[in-house]
């Protein structure tokens, strides 16, 4: 069965901390993508990337970067210098071989104060 | 995603009443996916249509629930005879090809509430 777990339900941190928000996964296929999703307060998905799982190399962008390891089931995404608008909810999403379904996490509210 | 359009954006209803959710996927996507997100829970995927055709509804409640993607016009979600429990927010996502590994673009969604 697939699953994907984010404890953390509530984040506050102050503008200009790092973050991270845990992501740990279960599943059986060999073969399957992993989605991180950020929902700001307006409501809309917006898609932050998207690692498949042949590929564990760490991902940068901007201030947003990616930890994958196969070997604890994780997919971590740190924010650097967090800022207020990027207090949202991000989710965490799985997909296995030969589904159309994302399966995602509870998500994690980050909240940013200046 | 502005490009994926859903309306209502906001929808009342009071029990028994029947709710009509409508999505519009980005141009050139044939591909249509709903998400029901209830509260304080992630999303949950009910069903997935290509043109004309339902290919997954394994996440659709087995009644009063029931999806069509027409070959002209929307995607419509319709919840019949609704109840408080139903009460949630509806997204559409959209691909222009099976989505495996690819990158949905989600609509800003429906919130119905069920009085």
Redesign the interface.
């Given at each position: 069965a697939q699953k994907?777990t984010?404890a953390q339900t509530e984040i506050s941190v102050v503008e200009k901390e790092d973050v991270t928000l845990d992501c740990v996964y279960e599943t059986r296929d060999t073969t399957y993508?992993l989605f991180w999703?950020k929902q700001p307060p307006?409501?809309?998905?917006?898609?932050l990337i998207?690692r498949?799982s042949f590929d564990e190399q760490n991902e940068i962008s901007g201030r947003y970067s990616w930890n994958f390891q196969k070997s604890t089931s994780s997919f971590n995404f740190t924010i650097t210098a967090s800022q207020v608008v990027d207090s949202a909810v991000y989710?965490c999403?799985l997909?296995e071989?030969?589904?159309?379904?994302?399966?995602?996490?509870?998500?994690t509210k980050l909240t940013v104060n200046p | 995603?502005a490009g994926v359009m859903q309306n209502p954006r906001h929808l009342v209803r009071r029990r028994g009443q029947e709710a009509r959710l409508r999505c519009s996927p980005m141009k050139g996507h044939s591909?249509v996916?709903w998400?029901r997100q209830l509260p304080?829970?992630?999303?949950?995927?009910m069903v997935?249509l290509q043109k004309e055709n339902i290919?997954?509804e394994?996440?659709m409640p087995k009644e009063r629930f029931s999806a069509e993607f027409p070959k002209e016009g929307p995607s419509i979600l319709r919840i019949q005879q609704v109840v408080r429990g139903d009460s949630a927010?509806y997204?559409c996502?959209s691909s222009p090809q099976?989505?495996?590994?690819?990158?949905?673009?989600?609509?800003?969604?429906s919130?119905l509430t069920v009085l």
């Open positions: 994907v984010q993508y999703y307006s409501g809309e998905l917006v898609f998207r498949n989710f999403a997909s071989s030969g589904s159309e379904k994302l399966v995602f996490g509870k998500g | 995603n591909h996916y998400y304080e829970e992630g999303l949950k995927f997935y290919i997954d394994s996440g927010a997204f996502a099976a989505s495996f590994g690819g990158e949905l673009f989600f609509g800003e969604g919130r």
